[in-house]
């Protein structure tokens, strides 16, 4: 099977995704499974795992009813608040609906650099741990050195970094991601993204072999066994199309053998969250 593992749906009709820089009208519309399906048609894709994009729970209930009526979306990563004390409750409801698989929230945009580890949101997390619901880490390069902590802290938390941890490629820019990347890929059960790296390269001038260097780090660290493709559709569409992100990971890949680029392209994402 085929996964798409991460993009997202929007409707901003519906909510308002303010944290988006003004003026990107190629995002300000908005996108449904119609939009994607045929992309994924096109290319011999099975379906997707839909991922948040905002922080509020309006959303989260949208993406599960959307989920319930496109067999498209093989699963759901939602936003709920780990800092609430009620959060088990919440996880409970979410987990009434089949397609809900993981949990999101855009740490990065946290004004503390040490969000994961407040004592809070660290409850909320062994909340995730309890019920065996994997968690989504989209972080930058400074959130990196926060991940073993947080493995000791919240045993048993299955996690995939999202984007790659976001490095900077547009600056060529490898050290200290590489060695905090290492250090992360030896935390027991962590897994990785190929995902959302054109749009963290240069806008106007990217190209396959500039995320050469960052794919060949991954794919060294972690194998085919913890990786898994994205292509952050549509905030690729800064930059690229859905196609060119595929074919960016293809080349920035190299040769890799068909076994192992199927796992990275759907059998990871299968297993990681036990889609069906």
């Excluded at 995002?27 to 991922?51: I, K």
């Excluded at 190209?207 to 994205?230: E, N, S, T, W």
């Excluded at 190299?254 to 036990?274: C, D, H, M, N």
Aim: aromatic share 8%; charged share 25%.
């Amino acid at each position: 099977m085929r996964i798409d593992a991460h993009q997202h749906y929007w409707d901003v009709s519906r909510l308002e995704y303010a944290w988006m820089p003004p003026g990107e009208s190629v995002v300000r519309r908005n996108y449904l499974p119609a939009d994607l399906e045929p992309v994924l048609a096109d290319h011999h894709f099975d379906g997707s795992v839909v991922v948040q994009a905002n922080v509020v729970m309006e959303e989260t209930w949208w993406l599960l009813e959307l989920a319930a009526r496109h067999e498209s979306i093989r699963g759901v990563v939602a936003w709920v608040d780990l800092t609430d004390p009620e959060v088990g409750r919440t996880l409970d409801m979410c987990r009434l609906h089949p397609k809900f698989k993981g949990v999101r929230h855009i740490v990065h945009d946290e004004p503390d650099v040490r969000w994961l580890l407040r004592d809070d949101v660290v409850r909320g997390l062994k909340e995730l741990a309890r019920r065996d619901i994997p968690y989504d880490v989209l972080i930058r390069p400074p959130h990196l050195p926060l991940l073993p902590e947080l493995a000791d802290r919240v045993p048993g938390l299955r996690m995939v970094i999202d984007h790659i941890a976001k490095p900077s490629i547009a600056a060529r820019e490898m050290e200290p991601w590489a060695r905090d990347m290492e250090v992360a890929a030896g935390i027991s059960g962590m897994h990785c993204k190929l995902s959302g790296m054109i749009t963290e390269a240069d806008h106007g001038a990217w190209k396959a072999d500039d995320l050469r260097p960052y794919v060949q780090h991954v794919l060294k660290l972690f194998g085919p066994d913890r990786l898994m493709f994205g292509s952050d559709w549509p905030v690729c569409r800064l930059v690229g199309s859905w196609k060119q992100v595929l074919a960016a990971f293809t080349q920035a890949c190299g040769p890799v053998r068909q076994a192992e680029r199927e796992k990275i392209l759907g059998g990871t994402a299968v297993s990681f969250y036990r889609l069906t």
